[in-house]
């Protein structure tokens, strides 16, 4: 049982570049979460999808955009990239009242 | 706005002995209370979860309390190991129609040294 799976783990970008975070979950869950952490910030929430076909912005959604492609799957996407966007991702995904379950995380760098 | 404490940030310890972390929040409104570990390049494991309506959780040597009336939890750790070492982070899940947005501690790193 995979669980939650993102890609890719690492990324350099350079300023203005885009790319998409990838996601997908097996367990069937129907709520999904983007999150950031930074030293001293600890882990924010960017977006959230509570169920297919749903998203919703998080504390810190500027710059960023989802796609809750189908149940399994809920991407993030850097449209410029920006050196404030240097962070490591991770995704999540929970049944309801159930414990959040997160990815391994992908670890960003914009130079 | 919810704001969630973890103290100590740090703490070292020899190995074999018991251990209490500690996670405080301000709104007590909450739906319930999750503690994970993070190692280090890795996502977070859930540890346990409890629900607003419950005082503890426990699973093998972990047992996690919760007050929610004076907005506090502990996670108390027996018997530690060296394969405890890693970030321990609290995080609460408001109630209402939050959809399990959480708010997270920063973490107390602990480390158990042989």
């Known amino acids: 049982n995979a669980g939650v799976t993102q890609t890719p783990k690492f990324q350099v970008l350079k300023t203005g570049q885009s790319m998409t975070l990838q996601c997908a979950q097996d367990?069937?869950?129907?709520?999904m979460y983007w999150y950031r952490q930074d030293p001293g910030m600890g882990l924010r929430l960017i977006y959230y999808s509570a169920s297919e076909g749903t998203t919703d912005k998080g504390e810190v959604p500027n710059g960023y955009n989802v796609s809750r492609l189908n149940k399994r799957e809920f991407s993030l996407r850097l449209e410029s990239a920006a050196p404030s966007q240097t962070s490591v991702y991770f995704c999540?995904?929970?049944?309801?009242?159930?414990?959040?379950?997160f990815g391994n995380g992908t670890r960003l760098t914009v130079t | 706005k919810q704001e969630v404490t973890q103290i100590p940030a740090a703490l070292s310890v020899p190995e074999g002995e018991n251990l209490v972390l500690n996670c405080s929040f301000t709104?007590?409104?909450?739906?319930?209370l999750q503690w994970f570990r993070q190692d280090p390049g890795k996502g977070l494991t859930s540890l346990l979860l409890?629900?607003?309506?419950?005082r503890e959780q426990t699973s093998g040597r972990l047992n996690a309390s919760l007050d929610k009336s004076s907005g506090r939890s502990t996670l108390y750790i027996a018997a530690s190991q060296p394969g405890d070492s890693a970030t321990y982070l609290c995080a609460v899940r408001p109630g209402g129609t939050s959809y399990g947005k959480l708010t997270f501690g920063q973490g107390t790193i602990l480390t158990v040294h042989p």
């Open positions: 367990m069937n869950h129907n709520s």
């Open positions: 999540a995904s929970r049944e309801y009242n159930s414990p959040l379950h």
């Open positions: 409890i629900q607003s309506s419950q």
């Open positions: 709104d007590s409104a909450i739906y319930n």
